[in-house]
Structure formats: C-alpha cells, structure tokens
T-cell receptor, first 112, second 111 residues
C-alpha cells in the first residue's frame, strides 16, 4: 500500500530534550516536506527536500533540523525543544514539485 | 509573497444544502491550486486540483475553478452529506518550490 508513515504518533517531552520524528514513504517520491499545524494558522512549511541531500528552509524553520540521506526517509529533528514547538506535525511527499502531496497521519508533540 | 486566504469558519449546514468555501490567493507566476480535506484524527487528503487558468477540478461532487482574473479557487458542492464534515484547506504552489496553505475551514453537516 502506498503510504507515508510517521513515528511516533504522539509524544510528550520536556524542554531541551532532543527528539526525532521519523518519516518514510514507499512511493519513490522525489519531494518531501514537513509542516506544523496550529489552530488559526493552518499548515506552515518547516523544511522541504527536492531530492537526496537537497534540503531547504520553509517559512518556519527555526528550532528544527532535517536530513535526507535516503530517498524514502526524511526525519525531523528538534535538538532543544521548547514549549512553542508544541504542535501537530505532518510529513508529506510528492512525485516531484509541483505535484500534489500525500500526507502522513500526523505526530502530536507536546513540550512541557 | 505567496499566500492563500480562506473563508473563516466554522461552517454549519444542513444535509443537502449547497456549499461554498471561498479561497483567494496571491502568487507570482502561475501556481497550481489544490483543495485538501482533513477528517478528524487523520492527515490531509487531496480532494481536487487545477494546474492552469480556467481549469476545473472535480471529485466526489466537489468542484473548483481556477480563476486567474479574480485570483480565486472557490470550493463548491451542490448537496452536502453528513460524511462531508471535515476541515478543508486551500493550497498553492509558490515560488521557491514551496507549498502554501490557507488556515482551513471547518465544515459540520447536520442531518
């Protein structure tokens, strides 16, 4: 089944404790992206990747890192999480830009 | 810069009512336009898309037409069902290989 998977689905952590949210797609897609969804703000793009080893900042990259060492994986790293990073995070992939994206199920992160 | 402005919600309709959710955009160049739907507890799913001016996207009874002259991509459905209750997002492809989303419109359909 073609899909985008994210892990974990739910995470509660404390300020400053490094964490990684994994994202994987099995569709051989070139383009991958991370978003955060906040009430009243919709989805905002954090980082995106056009291909392996190519990543670029979106609109809200501060406090996040990403890497794209393999085509299928695109992990999101929070090196020192803060409470303002409490949010719902989505990973997405598409065949290429500007084709439609396929979204993962989301990761709800709470930073206390 | 590139942006999407969506009709504020929430929207509550009775079953079989007509639905319109307004979406206008600001973009340089010629963006592709999308409507995504998010059901409770799930990720976003593509509902329909249009890639050039005057294109009409359609799916599951929903339609939207890419209007370059009014920079709009309004979502419509002639007769909504309870199962259409969800959050709807308008989105576009912007400069710099980025996607831009609206704030979402929550729709509740009551029997």
């Amino acid at each position: 089944e073609a899909q985008v998977t994210q892990n974990p689905r739910y995470l509660i952590t404390v300020t400053g404790k490094k964490l990684t949210v994994t994202c994987s797609q099995n569709m051989n897609h070139e383009y991958m992206s991370w978003y955060r969804q906040d009430p009243g703000l919709g989805l905002r793009q954090i980082y995106y990747s056009m291909n392996v080893e190519v990543t670029d900042k979106g609109d809200v990259p501060e406090g996040y890192k990403v890497s794209r060492k393999e085509k299928r994986n695109f992990p999101l790293i929070l090196e020192s999480p803060s409470p303002n990073q409490t949010s719902l995070y989505f990973c997405a992939s598409s065949l290429d830009f500007p084709y439609e994206q396929y979204f993962g199920p989301g990761t709800r992160l709470t930073v206390t | 810069g590139d942006s999407v402005t969506q009709m504020e919600g929430p929207v509550t309709l009775s079953e079989e009512a007509f639905l319109t959710i307004n979406c206008t955009y600001t973009a340089t160049g010629y963006p592709s336009l999308f409507w995504y739907v998010q059901y409770p507890g799930e990720g976003l799913q593509l509902l329909l898309k249009a890639t050039k001016a005057d294109d009409k996207g359609s799916n599951k009874g929903f339609e939207a037409t890419y209007r370059k002259e009014t920079t709009s991509f309004h979502l419509e459905k002639g007769s909504v069902q309870v199962s259409d209750s969800a959050v709807y997002f308008c989105a576009l492809t912007g400069t710099g290989n980025q996607f831009y989303f609206g704030t979402g419109t929550s729709l509740t359909v009551i029997p």
